[in-house]
């Protein structure tokens, strides 16, 4: 039989109207629950996936600076050059850096000029410490005065850098039409310099890890600009390919010099020379003429170890 | 008559009987008048006209027929049926009354629009559908492949991404800054160019003809096979959705057009090239490079391993790297290696040792400089860059250097061919061979099979 009407509600719905019982488990407020659950799992996935899978993860406890001085033993007493060690380990402990010591002679130059080790042996640092950001490269004959100054805080910090950086500053000093880029910020430089008097000074430099610094040192380390006589070896090579290759001049910041490379004599350019709180002091050109390096940094190294002592 | 599923009902009430509409409607479920002829329109419209049509289709003609066999008798009815007729409604839409068309002039069927009309209504839903498909892929065949637009298609990154690659190729190559070309160089020119427009056409990539000869800045340092850094600097600025830049001589010539570069060697650039300079050395270079400082990436002999690291795809010959066809990709290492790769330093001390410019000056960066080399990929010769017999002929007919004709090398460099060689009688060969060996069918046919058994009959050679 077919019912034309459906059957009429009572007129008086029972006081509590029956639940219904087909989806118990899906009322409104469980169905937010479940859905913010799933969201609150699949954000930890993916943060976990972020931390586990990023192939280029830095291990806990990667020295953020590696400090590289390449010791050059000839000539110098043994007092002298582990005076220079110290002076970097204990800076490097302070701040949890790790230092670099190789030799000149640790390296295959093919006759040319000691000074040229330096570029293998950067290489060399960025191998041995293959998570470590900064490599600071910081010549023998130069001691660390000031302990409390860090790396990323007083130099490498992209604001601070921006604030430091020399713009628009001729590469060898008073002529030279290459000028450092004026609208290159802090954080695309990968290479920190400063200049003296005579032009680049890489007694104290700092190289971000990287693509580009493998291509950087591999470059200034060819050998036909070791064999080329440039008058100042590696100084002049760097010079050179700082001026003819854009992409290298792209990735260079240059700071004032007392930044981190005040000189103790007046060698150095404009206010170059070290005062008391600078980063660095370096006895630039120690090693020629006639001076004595160890005697030159006989009193400076009394003051830096009081500095480290009094904390 | 047999239906799919019952028969709707219909707005005027009662059930449409297939049976004794007019046979034209091919019922599919709902079966609805497509037209009446009726005055009343009751739902079992049988109307003279109905059933005239209806006895005419049957029989195909009508059975009995003393006259008419005049003019007008014999038009009388298309003429008639193609005026317009007083519709006194009862059509369609009874819930529509006030219908427009009602009582008014209409078009009845008789117009071609109209009976194509019909003819679409006839047609079964399953016959429409297989005509669709039909027509749809001839119009798609036309579209892919005769029209420009293919060119467009291919380019595209769904269908192939010919975007990604480019042609570079070198025009007035060698001493065009102060020679004359003679016919012959210009008939060379000629060749490749359309060779290679050909190819691009073909696949969707980018064509870049470089006139060497304009660029006389550097003629005067010696410097004039150098600009090679500077073109193809210009090209990563001038298509910046590029990816691969493919470097050609002028002297070479595309022998397999249907080859894609992404089927022959970058869908699978693992397997179509190695990192390890040593499978095949010629310049004895040691590799891996033999210093302790260096990373471990660099000390690989196959660098990372991973294809993607790969920037410079070069392949070599007997003498060592050929630069005459190589790839290069775009990334921040080429700009890098276009950046250093002419140093006036070393410039100035080797340029009378290089005699092959900055083909030795990439050697020696290779050879030098550490960071060049997982990057660097060496493609076997004859994958892009096969030689004919005269090149590299020192040892005989080489499998690794020379031109195949069984195995259909992709590209041809007649290297060297102007010191010595005939340029324009390699290139006119090979050219001719290219043509030859891919014919179509058509030719094919005509003549492997019907100029052959010409000959057998006749004895005579022709030319279809």
């Known amino acids: 039989m077919h019912l034309a009407m459906p059957a009429r509600k009572s007129s008086n719905p029972p006081p509590y109207a029956t639940r219904s019982t087909r989806f118990p488990m899906l009322r409104r407020s469980r169905v937010q629950a479940i859905v913010l659950c799933a969201c609150a799992v699949g954000a930890v996935i993916f943060i976990l996936s972020q931390i586990v899978g990023g192939s280029e993860r830095i291990p806990s406890g990667t020295p953020p600076v590696v400090v590289v001085t390449v010791l050059d033993p000839d000539g110098y007493s043994k007092d002298y050059i582990n005076n220079i060690k110290e002076n970097r380990m204990e800076y490097a402990k302070k701040h949890g850096y790790a230092t670099f010591f190789p030799t000149v002679t640790d390296y295959d130059l093919n006759g040319s000029p000691n000074s040229w080790a330096r570029v293998p042996a950067i290489r060399h640092a960025l191998t041995k410490f293959p998570h470590s950001t900064y490599m600071w490269y910081l010549d023998q004959n130069s001691l660390i005065m000031n302990p409390e100054l860090t790396v990323e805080g007083h130099i490498m910090n992209p604001k601070r850098l921006e604030g430091l950086m020399i713009r628009d500053q001729s590469i060898v000093p008073p002529d030279s039409v290459i000028k450092t880029f004026g609208h290159l910020k802090g954080n695309q430089v990968d290479f920190v310099l400063t200049q003296d008097k005579d032009g680049l000074a890489q007694g104290s430099f700092i190289i971000r890890r990287g693509e580009w610094s493998k291509f950087f040192l591999d470059t200034w380390f060819d050998p036909l600009y070791r064999s080329y006589s440039f008058q100042k070896a590696d100084t002049h090579a760097l010079e050179h390919i700082v001026q003819w290759h854009p992409t290298i001049l792209s990735k260079l910041g240059l700071i004032p010099q007392r930044i981190m490379n005040a000189y103790s004599k007046e060698d150095a350019a404009g206010d170059g020379i070290y005062k008391d709180g600078d980063l660095v002091i370096r006895f630039a050109g120690c090693d020629k003429g006639g001076r004595d390096c160890a005697a030159e940094a006989e009193p400076f190294s009394k003051q830096w170890k009081t500095a480290f002592r009094v904390q | ?464």
């Open chain 2, 1 to 464: 008559m047999s239906l799919s599923r019952s028969p709707s009902p219909r707005p005027g009430g009662g059930w449409s009987s297939p049976g004794l509409t007019n046979p034209y409607a091919t019922v599919s479920g709902r079966s609805s008048p497509t037209k009446t002829y009726g005055v009343n329109g009751g739902p079992n419209t049988v109307t003279w006209e109905s059933a005239k049509a209806k006895s005419n289709g049957v029989n195909g003609y009508p059975s009995f027929s003393t006259q008419g066999k005049g003019f007008i008798k014999q038009h009388m009815r298309n003429l008639s049926a193609s005026l317009p007729r007083f519709n006194i409604g009862a059509e369609k839409s009874y819930a529509e009354k006030e219908k427009l068309g009602r009582g008014r002039w209409m078009l009845r069927e008789g117009t071609k629009l109209a009976k194509l009309r019909i003819l679409i209504l006839k047609t079964s839903r399953k016959a429409k559908i297989r005509f669709l498909i039909v027509t749809a892929f001839i119009f798609m065949t036309i579209l892919f492949y005769m029209t420009p637009l293919h060119y467009w298609w291919r380019r595209s990154k769904i269908f192939g991404g010919g975007k990604k690659f480019v042609i570079i190729l070198a025009a007035n190559q060698g001493g065009g800054v102060m020679e004359w070309k003679g016919p012959r160089e210009w008939a060379i020119e000629r060749d490749s160019v359309k060779n290679k427009k050909k190819y691009i056409n073909r696949w969707g990539y980018d064509l870049e003809i470089v006139d060497m000869s304009t660029k006389k800045r550097y003629a005067h340092e010696w410097r004039e096979s150098w600009e090679k850094v500077d073109t193809i600097r210009n090209c990563l600025r001038k298509y910046p959705d590029a990816e691969w830049f493919w470097w050609m001589d002028l002297n070479t010539f595309i022998m397999e057009p249907s080859y894609s570069l992404q089927s022959h060697v970058f869908n699978d650039l693992a397997k179509n090239t190695y990192r390890d300079i040593n499978e095949y050395n010629p310049l004895n270079i040691s590799h891996p490079f033999p210093s302790d400082h260096l990373d471990p990436e660099a000390r690989s002999p196959v660098g990372d391993g991973k294809a993607s690291s790969i920037n410079l795809i070069v392949p070599q010959d007997c003498g060592g790297f050929n630069l005459g066809s190589f790839f290069i990709k775009r990334g921040a290492w080429t700009d890098r290696l276009l950046d250093v790769w002419w140093d006036p330093v070393g410039y100035e001390q080797k340029h009378m040792e290089w005699e092959h410019k900055e083909q030795d000056a990439l050697e020696f960066l290779y050879i030098n400089q550490p960071w060049i080399r997982p990057h660097t990929a060496f493609i076997p010769q004859r994958k892009i860059n096969s030689f004919p017999e005269g090149a590299c002929s020192e040892n005989g007919n080489d499998t690794q250097i020379h031109y195949s004709e069984k195995d259909r090398d992709f590209v041809v460099n007649m290297a060297g061919c102007e010191w010595g060689r005939d340029c324009w009688g390699e290139m006119y060969n090979f050219r001719e061979l290219s043509n030859y060996l891919n014919r179509t069918w058509w030719e094919r046919f005509k003549e492997d099979l019907v100029a052959l058994i010409w000959f057998k009959i006749t004895g005579q050679k022709i030319k279809i």
